[in-house]
């Protein structure tokens, strides 16, 4: 687990204001919430994998599997249209993960489209990284937008690493969710709070040409 002397709170703003001043509509882009030293990534998982995790700040316990590839989500919506707002079966409990932004760009580093794989000849025994560009969806999750979403699938080292080595919280946050998720079905978006969360720039050129995240001055 990464040490933080002073660990951020996971913040909400709302939605409406972030999508007219701080969310580009079209593009590849990385939204999430981060600082200087960390960002955080979302996790939907049945109750005793996420009971697990908070109570000891990583992952693992009798019903988690660390070779089964485990798939991370930077957008929050994007976990709740994954997730059905904490309802579908085995992702009724939401986990705002953080970890050090060291750890992530390492995670950027290594992740490959099935495109870029087989451009780099890349064998699928050597895969540490799956990278998804999925369309984005508003928070009904019944339309698609113009943006995509990114998530990304980790696996052998890689997954052990961010398990357990790059953490600097795990926080439960299905309470919000699911309070939320009533906001939403009886007011709409006009009141609805979600996670603050703005692009995310890729700094290395390199990393950045591999992923094929998109430029936004915003």
Known sequence: MAVCADKPVWRTESYAAQVEKHWPETGKHILAQYDDTSIVVYQAFRPEIAEFAVE??????????????????????????????????????????????????????????????????????????????????EPAGTTRLPRRAIQLGLKGEILHRYASDWIVSITDITDTVQEQYRVLQTSGTDQLQVAAERVYHVSDPKTKALIGADDWAG
């Open 56 to 137: 000891n700040q990583r992952f693992g316990g009798p019903f988690y599997n660390p070779n089964r590839m485990s798939w991370i989500k930077t957008n929050f919506l994007w976990m709740m249209y994954r997730c059905g707002w904490a309802t579908k079966e085995h992702q009724q409990r939401v986990l705002a993960v953080r970890i050090t932004r060291e750890g992530f760009d390492e995670i950027l580093a290594n992740a490959y489209t099935p495109k870029a794989q087989e451009a780099a000849s890349l064998p699928k025994a050597q895969l540490k990284v799956r990278l998804q560009w999925d369309p984005d969806h």
